[in-house]
C-alpha cells in the first residue's frame, strides 16, 4: 500500500525510491510484524485467556512430567500472527499484484478454518475438532481457488507444469492433473506443518527457517537476471512473495518471543494450518513444489511418522515408534523439550540449505 501511494512522488522526494526495493520493503515487513506482535501480543493472551478459562485441552499423555506448565496454556494464538502478517504485509507489498492477493487468501482461508476447528476443541473440550472431512473439504476448496487465481496470472509455459530440481530445462507438463498435484502440495503442507506444531516453538522455528528459503526463492524467481544467471524458471512478480516471507519471519520471532518454552499461547490450527498453506501456495507459485520437500524435511518427517506408524499399526498391530508424530516418540524417551526444538530447528537448518543448493546445481 504505501509502495503503492508513495512511489507517486519520487519525482519531488528522491529518498522515496527506496519503496520501490523489494529488498528494503521486505526488512520493514520484518520489524513491521514483529513490533506487532510485541506491541499487542500481551494483551492478545489477556484476551484469549479470558475467552478460553481452562485454555487448550491437553492429551495427559503426551508430556512427562510436564503436563502442569501446559494446562491453561490458551490457544489460538495465530490469531497475533495472522493479524501482524496481513496488516504489515498489506503495508508493504504492492497491492496491484495478484500473487499477494492470493497468498493473503489462503492465509485468511485456512486461518478461519484453523480457528473454527481451534473454538471446537474448546468447547467440546477435547482435542477433537471439527470432523477430518469437512476440513480437509474446506482447504481443498481454499486450495483449488488459489490455484486457479495464479493459473490466471501464470505465464502460460509454466501454468500447469512442473519444474523439476538438477534440471534446468526440464518442465513435465501435468495439464489439469496439475491442479490436483497442486491442491495437494498446498493441503499436504498446510497439515504437516499441523502436525509439527506439538512442542513449544518448535513448529513457528521451522516455518521461519522455511520461510527465509523462499523468500530468496521468491526474490530470484521473480528477477530476470537473477533467473537467468542461476537458470531458474522466470516467475514474473513473484518477488513480491519475499516481502510477505519477511512479515511471517518477523510475527515468527514477535510469536516466540511469547511461544518458547514454557509457552504463554500457543498457535493452535489457527496459526499452523495458515502457515503451511502459505508455504505451499509459495512452492506452487514460485515452482518449486519439489524443493518444498526438501526444504520442508521436518514437516515430511513429521508426516511420514504418522504415515508409517498408521500403517504399520494396522498390518502388525505393532507400533514402529512411542508415539507418532516422532517429536512426540522423543518426548516418550525422556528427551526434554527444549533439546527436541533445538534439535529439530538444526535438522529444518540443514534441510534448508541442501534444498538452496538446488538453485545451484542445475
Not at 180 to 205: K, P, R, Y
Not at 340 to 360: C, E, H, N, P, Q
Request: glycine share 10%; net charge positive.
Amino acid at each position: 500500500m504505501l509502495h503503492y501511494f508513495l512511489t507517486q512522488y519520487i519525482d519531488q522526494f528522491s529518498f522515496l525510491n527506496l519503496f520501490r526495493y523489494i529488498t528494503f520493503r521486505t526488512g520493514a515487513a520484518i520489524f513491521t510484524s514483529f513490533f506487532l506482535c510485541i506491541l499487542f501480543g500481551e494483551r492478545i493472551i489477556s484476551w484469549l485467556k479470558s475467552l478460553q478459562n481452562e485454555g487448550q485441552p491437553i492429551r495427559e499423555y503426551l508430556h512427562n512430567g510436564n503436563l502442569e506448565g501446559k494446562k491453561g496454556t490458551p490457544t489460538m494464538g495465530g490469531i497475533m500472527i495472522l493479524g501482524s502478517v496481513i496488516i504489515s504485509s498489506l503495508l508493504w507489498t504492492e497491492i496491484t499484484n495478484l500473487y499477494v492477493w492470493v497468498v493473503l487468501f489462503v492465509a485468511v482461508g485456512f486461518g478461519v478454518l484453523g480457528l473454527v476447528d481451534d473454538y471446537a476443541k474448546l468447547t467440546k473440550k477435547s482435542h477433537a475438532g471439527i470432523k477430518g472431512k469437512a476440513k480437509l473439504a474446506g482447504q481443498l476448496f481454499i486450495g483449488i481457488v488459489a490455484i486457479y487465481l495464479v493459473s490466471i496470472k501464470m505465464p502460460l509455459n509454466l501454468s500447469t507444469h512442473l519444474a523439476v530440481p538438477f534440471f534446468k530445462n526440464l518442465l513435465i507438463d501435468l495439464s489439469l492433473f496439475f491442479y490436483v498435484f497442486a491442491a495437494f502440495v498446498i493441503v499436504g503442507t498446510s497439515n504437516a506443518v499441523n502436525l509439527t506444531d506439538g512442542l513449544d516453538g518448535l513448529a513457528t522455528g521451522c516455518v521461519m527457517i522455511a520461510v527465509c528459503c523462499f523468500g530468496l526463492i521468491a526474490y530470484l524467481a521473480g528477477n530476470v537476471n537473477y533467473s537467468e544467471y542461476l537458470q531458474l524458471h522466470a516467475v514474473p512478480d513473484a518477488g513480491e512473495l519475499s516481502v510477505i516471507c519477511g512479515a511471517i519471519f518477523g510475527a515468527g520471532l514477535g510469536f516466540l518471543w511469547f511461544n518458547a518454552q514454557p509457552a504463554q499461547v500457543f498457535m493452535g490450527d489457527t496459526g499452523s494450518l495458515s502457515l503451511g498453506g502459505i508455504l505451499g501456495t509459495m512452492a506452487v507459485i514460485t515452482k518449486h513444489e519439489i524443493v518444498l520437500a526438501i526444504i520442508g524435511g521436518v514437516f515430511v518427517m513429521e508426516t511420514m511418522s504418522v504415515i508409517l506408524q498408521v500403517f504399520f499399526f494396522k498390518r502388525t498391530g505393532k507400533r514402529i515408534f512411542l508415539m507418532s508424530p516422532i517429536h512426540h516418540h522423543f518426548e516418550k524417551k525422556g528427551w526434554k523439550e527444549s533439546k527436541i526444538v533445538i534439535r529439530f530447528w538444526i535438522m529444518a537448518i540443514i534441510f534448508a540449505l541442501i534444498g538452496l543448493a538446488t538453485l545451484k546445481l542445475r
